[in-house]
Structure formats: C-alpha cells, structure tokens
C-alpha cells in the first residue's frame, strides 16, 4: 500500500473555499517518511525558510502526536549541517504528554530527537527543557499543541524566552479563529486571542504576516520574530 495522502483536484470552476477545505482535510492524513505529519507542504515551505533565515539549531516542538514533523526536522537541521555547514549540533526536543503514538511511529529514541514527555501546565517545563540544550543554543519553537486559548499563551509564555533575536515562535492552526478557514465547528478556538494578548505584553516580538508566502497556511498570524526591544515598540506602535 503506498503511502500518500488523498488525491486533491484543484476545480478552477468551484469556490476556493472549497479547494482550501479539500487541502485541509489532506493534510491531516499526510506522511513525511511513513509517518503521520499533519502540516501542509506550503507551511513546511516556510520552515525551510525560517530555519535557513535564522539558523536556527534547535527546533523546541510543542506536540508531537505521532513524530512524522519531529523526524522532518531533524531532517532538515541535520542536511543544514551536514552538507551546507551552516549550523553545528542539529537537536529535535518534541514534547507531548502522552508520546504512546510517537514511540510506536518513530521509537522511543530516534536519533537526533528528544521525546521529553510532559504537560505543557508543569511549571518545571522550562528548565526542564533548558536543561537540555548546547550552551548558545539557537531554537526555533513550534506551537502545535491543543489550539486553545490557554494552552497557546501559556507556551508563549514560558517558551518565548528559548527564541533568540532573530529567531521564531511559530504558532499553528490559527484557522481555528477564522470562520472562512476553520474545518470544523467543533474545533477549540482561542489561538489568534492568545497570540494578540502575547504580543501586548510583549514587544520584542512582532507578526510577521508577509511570511504567509504561498498563499495557503494554516498558520495566518502565527509566523512571529523576536526583535530588539527598541524595533518591537516601533513594529506595535
């Protein structure tokens, strides 16, 4: 049986509403090496960018349901290593608190990657996770977690602080808050709140709405750079 996610067919005559909701449904039952990944190639697209923009060597994944994108970017850090020499010691920390379906996906211990089993409320996290980190360490975070309000501010909250000037907070699944976008009406909601409130309190990041490069994401508000505090006031006045 081959491994490829459902066949989309892009109908010029219908809605584009109804080709983004066909390529939504896609994506939640793609695979990168066999394994369940559930990101569109578009917004992967952009991670290629940001991890390259901000050579980034560390990728801090918040959700890792089955490891299909922890393995995805371990793989790419290890290529920005490995054959273009732009980074040194690639490191995947993926955190979830059940990795039952990541274990049986990927092993308990795949090369390069880092399962640290965890609730996202543990106050402890942080250190926990600084803990493991090389000494100058570049990280790139990566919200996927439950799409809901509280559990997005609190991992920008505690989590912010791993994202050096330069870097990124990716914040997933936005769609949530946006009627046009959001599959399903009972998903959470709260995401794009959370992100609001986040960065009121925060000037040193900003939205970086024009790295929605490819005209799909699932992602709309959710691509943030921390700048110098100086350049945050300017950005948010």
Same mark, same amino acid.
């Given at each position: 049986? &081959?491994?490829l996610?459902p066949?989309v &067919?892009? #109908?010029?005559?219908?809605?584009?509403?109804d080709?983004?909701?066909k390529?939504?449904?896609?994506h939640v039952k793609?695979?990168?090496?066999?394994? *369940?990944?559930?990101?569109? @190639?578009?917004d992967? %697209?952009?991670?290629?960018?940001l991890?390259?923009?901000? *050579?980034? #060597?560390?990728?801090?994944?918040?959700?890792? $349901?089955?490891?299909?994108?922890?393995?995805?970017?371990?793989? %790419?850090?290890?290529t920005?290593?490995?054959?273009?020499g *732009?980074i040194?010691? @690639?490191?995947?920390?993926?955190?979830?608190?059940d990795?039952?379906?990541?274990v049986?996906?990927?092993g308990a211990a795949?090369?390069?990657?880092?399962l640290?089993?965890? !609730?996202?409320?543990d106050?402890d996290l942080p250190d926990r996770?600084s803990?493991?980190?090389?000494?100058g360490? %570049? /990280?790139l975070?990566v919200?996927d977690?439950?799409?809901?309000? &509280?559990t997005?501010?609190?991992a920008? !909250?505690?989590?912010?602080?791993?994202v050096?000037?330069?870097? +990124?907070?990716?914040v997933?699944?936005g769609i949530?808050d946006?009627?046009?976008?959001r599959? #399903?009406?009972?998903?959470? =909601?709260g995401?794009l709140?959370?992100?609001?409130? +986040?960065l009121?309190?925060? @000037?040193?990041? *900003?939205?970086?709405?024009?790295?929605? %490069?490819y005209?799909?994401t /699932? +992602?709309p508000?959710? +691509?943030l750079?921390?700048? $110098?505090?100086?350049?945050? =006031?300017?950005?948010?006045?």
């Amino acid at each position: 049986m &081959e491994l490829l996610p459902p066949y989309v &067919e892009a #109908d010029l005559t219908a809605p584009l509403r109804d080709y983004w909701l066909k390529r939504e449904g896609q994506h939640v039952k793609d695979v990168y090496a066999g394994v *369940r990944i559930q990101k569109m @190639p578009e917004d992967l %697209r952009v991670y290629e960018h940001l991890l390259w923009i901000s *050579r980034a #060597d560390t990728v801090i994944e918040l959700g890792t $349901n089955h490891g299909g994108s922890a393995l995805w970017f371990r793989d %790419r850090l290890t290529t920005m290593a490995t054959t273009y020499g *732009r980074i040194e010691e @690639p490191r995947v920390i993926s955190i979830d608190r059940d990795h039952t379906k990541a274990v049986e996906a990927i092993g308990a211990a795949p090369p390069g990657i880092t399962l640290l089993t965890a !609730d996202l409320q543990d106050e402890d996290l942080p250190d926990r996770v600084s803990a493991l980190l090389a000494p100058g360490a %570049r /990280c790139l975070v990566v919200e996927d977690t439950l799409h809901a309000y &509280e559990t997005t501010k609190t991992a920008l !909250d505690r989590f912010a602080r791993f994202v050096p000037v330069g870097g +990124f907070f990716v914040v997933e699944d936005g769609i949530v808050d946006v009627p046009d976008l959001r599959p #399903d009406k009972d998903l959470p =909601r709260g995401v794009l709140p959370a992100i609001h409130d +986040f960065l009121a309190a925060n @000037p040193d990041f *900003r939205v970086r709405r024009d790295l929605e %490069r490819y005209g799909l994401t /699932c +992602f709309p508000g959710g +691509f943030l750079e921390r700048v $110098n505090a100086l350049d945050g =006031r300017e950005a948010a006045s």
